[in-house]
């Protein structure tokens, strides 16, 4: 995935004053420093009549009631090609009639469009439903800021969940400050501050602060409400300053207004962030659950500070675990007691403050723009996409596939064996060797001995023999794993994965090697490792020693140890299997990892080679679910990614998409394939197959066919260019395998059309 060279925000802009200014303009600023040399404008919304002295950011501005605004403003971002737009929306920005004069800019842009809702409506109206399923309909995604916000907009309109990313507002990376400097600098020194922001109007719930006011004074005589913010315009513009003059009466009744300031002004956000900083407890008494975002929460959460709120939507899924403090919306005495309690505890309100500001270092602006340029960039490659697959699926020819080339995989190898990662295609010694990349080396030594193979030298899978000779450790009884440059060994023993391993390339080599002598010695020294098996305790090495077992046993199949070995492995794969399995969750533990696939595959050969049917049925079961989870909603093979591997009951996350689990999975459907005969196993291999070509979340191939090259994965921002062992080596095997059930065709058929097409895309 290439970088998104220019980004058009949409929606309203400071010097306007509301929220929704702040964060389009803080979105545009944290891309813009996070990416110096992408282009990035905003598009200000300016309501009915009005205009703004705006910084040459902006580079148009749109009436938000003339159409004809609209019309030129998607003209202009047509024409300057921007890559992304990001429409910033709520229902009140976009003129009357629900704001259905968006519409008009939307039909017409012809790039991307991401869409973050700031309000979703738990009861909308007809017209507010048909503006919001037009804006769904119309954009890549569309983010929300909170999981209320997410279960909403499934609920409320025709998206689906794959279209929605939950990204936190933003808040400013500053440092943890003490609340004593900055209040001697506003002149607030000796004062106990509860500090309200933002924009006055009657849904903000300030009447009822005033009116705990009175018993917060009873426990802290010094206590004082600053309610810090100049009165929302749509407000002045019906009702004047009516609502500000009531506050200022409700005050003079209770007795309290030498406790209450009203600061009438829209502070930029240095200033904000100083009086953020010298209050004491934060306060949102909001009198509605449906406010889905608040800006102010964030802020003032993200600087650390104590915070007292009512439980709407954004409080209860910020504020849970300790903190801040939720009290019922309108309970004057619970306002008053909690508030009370935090200016009166000074250890209480100090731990709750340093978990707020911790919990905070997710959402600093950066990280958010982070998140958000993930997402303009899947964005842009999905629409680029589209057209590929629509392209990819008119081509009807069968996949065409040529031989395998060993120029890098062989440049990796040098006189002790595999080294293990490389700097784009030079190996790095720096990290010297492994046995996991030395056993799949020789497993592919043994799968290129078949006929139309180029061979990989006998010198050559010498020396990953010897590797795996060395590896064993005869005092442990294991096989260690990792090796410096220096030959030295810098463990004693590996992991099971590493152990589980050497057992599958020895019963590999003991079956399928040209060498009769180290058919002889990969059978010796597996019988000598395979009570090691009996320590491993998880489903991954079971497979792969399961794998080693397959093929053991078919080249000593009276090695009654062996058999029983199998047996009891695939077993405990049934047991753990169906202990794990609930209706949506056929799998052995509650998260999908690395090399999933392998687990299917395992029981499918076992129960093949044992007989036993009940092996083959639940590999082929399980295999099936996760196919299911591996298939992009546009049809195309999508791995689990490293990046936050599947929880259960979660989404997944694209990245990072590793080679490994293409190979793996075209292993297994093939073995699926070859089990039950029904041509969508092998489909889907080939569909694995074609994530390396290109045919993926980037519509870019992974590997040089010209040289055997691999790259190490797709990540958010564009290929891995390293190309280390791992990754060549899933390549050569899942092309070793291909290779098997197509024919092998120069530069015809499908994959001279991938190629096209990939070009296409570019």
């Known amino acids: 995935m290439s970088m998104v060279k220019s980004i058009a925000f949409i929606g309203n802009s400071l010097p306007r004053r509301c929220g929704i200014s702040t964060f389009t303009t803080s979105l545009q600023q944290a891309i813009a420093n996070l990416r110096p040399m992408t282009e990035t404008k905003i598009v200000a919304m300016n309501d009915a009549g009005k205009r703004y002295d705006y910084p040459s950011v902006v580079s148009v501005a749109i009436a938000d009631d003339k159409i004809e605004s609209y019309i030129r403003a998607a003209d202009l971002l047509n024409d300057q090609h921007f890559d992304v737009v990001s429409l910033q929306h709520e229902f009140g920005i976009f003129g009357p009639d629900a704001g259905v004069n968006v519409t008009a800019l939307l039909s017409r842009l012809t790039m991307p469009i991401v869409t973050t809702f700031h309000t979703v409506l738990s009861e909308a109206t007809p017209k507010q439903r048909s503006v919001l399923n037009y804006i769904v309909e119309a954009s890549s995604k569309v983010v929300v800021m909170a999981d209320k916000g997410r279960e909403l907009l499934l609920a409320s309109s025709r998206v689906s969940s794959e279209k929605i990313e939950v990204i936190p507002h933003g808040v400013p990376d500053v440092p943890f400050a003490d609340a004593d ?21 009657p849904n903000k719930g300030i009447e009822v602060m005033i009116d705990a006011m009175t018993s917060i004074v009873e426990r802290r005589a010094d206590a004082v409400y600053v309610v810090l913010g100049a009165t929302h315009p749509n407000l002045v513009g019906t009702c004047g300053e009516s609502y500000r003059e009531s506050l200022f009466a ?19 956000q240095a200033t904000l962030l100083e009086f953020i900083s010298m ?12 406010q889905m975002t608040s800006g102010t929460l964030a802020y003032s959460f993200g600087l650390g500070k104590a915070v007292v709120s009512t439980p709407y939507w954004h409080a209860r899924e910020l504020l849970g675990n300790g903190a801040g403090v939720l009290v019922p919306f309108g309970d004057v005495r619970r306002l008053g007691d909690e508030i009370a309690s935090l200016l009166t505890n000074d250890d209480r309100r100090r731990d709750m403050s340093g978990r ?22 899947g964005a842009r490659d999905q629409c680029r996409l589209k057209r590929f697959t629509r392209l990819a699926r008119a081509a009807p020819a069968p996949l065409d596939i040529t031989e395998s080339q060993l120029g890098h995989f062989q440049a990796m190898c040098d006189d002790v064996g595999l080294v293990q990662h490389a700097v784009h295609s030079v190996p790095d010694r720096s990290h010297g060797y492994c046995l996991d990349d030395n056993a799949r080396a020789l497993i592919l030594a043994c799968a290129l001995t078949r006929d139309a193979e180029p061979r990989i030298s006998d010198a050559l899978t010498s020396r990953f023999a010897a590797f795996v000779q060395h590896a064993w450790n005869p005092d442990l009884g294991r096989f260690r794993n990792f090796m410096g440059y ?5 463990e004693e023993k590996g992991s099971d994965d590493s152990n589980a391993r050497a057992l599958w390339a020895l019963g590999e080599c003991a079956k399928g090697d040209v060498s009769a002598s180290r058919r002889r010695w990969a059978a010796a020294l597996f019988a000598k490792a395979l009570p090691i098996v009996e320590s491993f305790a998880f489903p991954r090495p079971w497979s792969f020693a399961l794998l080693g077992l397959d093929a053991y046993c078919e080249a000593i199949p009276n090695d009654r140890a062996a058999v029983g070995a199998r047996l009891k492995l695939a077993d405990q794969m049934m047991s753990l299997l169906r202990n794990s399995r609930e209706t949506d ?44 989870k591996q298939i992009s ?39 699926a394939f070859r089990v039950d005969g029904d041509v969508r196993w092998r489909d889907r291999a080939e569909l694995a197959f074609g994530w390396f070509l290109g045919v993926n979340d ?7 066919i010209e040289n055997g090259t691999c790259r190490d994965g797709l990540q958010p921002g564009g290929t891995n260019e390293n190309q280390g062992a791992e990754s060549v080596l899933s390549y050569l095997f899942g092309l070793v395998e291909i290779r098997q059930i197509i024919p092998a065709r120069q530069e015809s058929g499908r994959e001279s059309q991938i190629r096209t097409l990939a070009k296409c895309t570019r």
């Open 356 to 377: 707020a500001y911790g919990g905070s270092r997710r959402m600093t602006w950066d990280r958010i723009g982070e998140r958000y340029l993930t997402v303009f960039e």
């Open 585 to 628: 969750w056929i799998w052995w533990e509650n998260r999908l990892t690395y090399d999933n696939a392998r687990l299917p595959q395992a029981l499918i050969l076992s129960g093949l080679s044992t007989g036993v049917h009940r092996y083959v049925d639940a590999g082929l079961e399980s295999l099936g679910w996760l196919m299911r």
């Open 250 to 268: 409700r005050a003079r009744e209770l007795g309290v207004e030498n406790h209450v300031l009203f600061l009438d002004q829209f502070v930029d």
């Open 181 to 201: 400097q900055a209040k001697a600098t506003l002149g607030f020194a000796g004062k106990a501050v509860i500090l309200t922001f933002g924009l006055l109007s």
């Open 279 to 290: 209050c004491d407890v934060y306060v949102t008494p909001y009198l509605n659950e449906a």
């Open 486 to 490: 220096d030959r030295r060994w810098l």
């Open 698 to 704: 980037l519509a870019t191939p992974l590997v040089d």
């Open 633 to 671: 909603p546009e049809g195309f093979f999508r791995p689990i990614g490293t990046e936050s591997f599947k929880e259960k009951g979660m989404p997944p996350r694209r990245f990072d998409q590793q080679p490994l689990e293409a190979a793996a999975t075209i292993s297994a459907c093939l073995a």
